[in-house]
């Protein structure tokens, strides 16, 4: 089934489990958030309100003295912010593309619109620094600059993203993304084929369950039931075909 509206959340599922796919968006099946995770979440927000709010020139003291991990946050911003090119600021943008059925969408940190190049920063909080070639397979990377080619009038090689990690040391805080003709082109090859099997896949067919993706996931009891299911179908089944036995 495709769905009206895709965003990164989508595509990286899809590509990392379609049973967990449909589980979350397809069935609606939530789990509550943990404590400690929904605490990062919501500091998380708050400092990309504060950011947002410190771009426009608003007073953000209120914000910055609600929480000492959002003071540290903000003087390491302060002390060691990303490079940024010279231009238009737009924070929590939303951008969105109709692309082969769907809307294909993205809500951007920060968009920077210079004269001849333009700048994504993604602000993240709750991770610690991950490796550029895993930020450049992501879907929110693939997508995020796949988009602002496509609702803007810069080449693919003007554009590039940055993401600034608050708990990386200063000589880790940035990883820098650039864009390719080539990247969008297999990027948009790679779309319409997701969004082909989207369109046509009612099996959504689970991982083995020992897969990695499996091991911490919430919906591993429920698919180890299925398959417990199945295995047991499949023994009647074996069981019937079985000659009986004349005495």
């Not at 995770?37 to 953000?60: R, S, V």
């Not at 200063?170 to 390719?180: C, F, G, L, R």
Request: charged content about 20%.
């Amino acid at each position: 089934m495709l769905l009206p509206s895709i965003s990164q959340q989508h595509l990286q599922l899809w590509v990392t489990c379609r049973r967990k796919f449909r589980h979350t968006f397809l069935d609606d099946i939530n789990f509550p958030i943990n404590y400690e995770l929904q605490e990062k979440l919501t500091l998380g927000k708050q400092f990309h309100l504060l950011i947002q709010q410190h771009q426009m020139g608003i007073d953000i003291t209120q914000i910055v003295d609600s929480e000492s991990q959002i003071q540290k946050w903000f003087h390491s911003y302060l002390a060691h912010p990303p490079q940024m090119l010279d231009g238009e600021q737009f924070s929590e943008q939303k951008r969105t593309v109709q692309f082969a059925g769907t809307t294909l969408t993205a809500i951007y940190d920060l968009v920077i619109l210079g004269k001849t190049s333009a700048q994504i920063i993604d602000w993240k909080t709750h991770q610690n620094p991950i490796a550029s070639s895993i930020l450049a397979d992501h879907w929110q990377t693939k997508l995020y600059l796949f988009i602002l080619h496509e609702t803007t009038n810069y080449t693919p090689e003007q554009i590039s993203m940055t993401y600034w990690f608050a708990n990386a040391l200063p000589s880790h805080k940035t990883v820098e993304i650039t864009y390719t003709t080539n990247l969008h082109q297999a990027t948009t090859q790679t779309l319409r084929k997701i969004l082909q099997e989207m369109a046509e896949d009612d099996r959504y067919l689970p991982l083995s369950l020992d897969s990695k993706p499996c091991q911490h996931c919430e919906f591993l009891p429920r698919c180890q039931t299925e398959v417990t299911s199945i295995q047991l179908t499949n023994l009647d089944l074996d069981i019937a075909n079985i000659p009986e036995v004349v005495i």
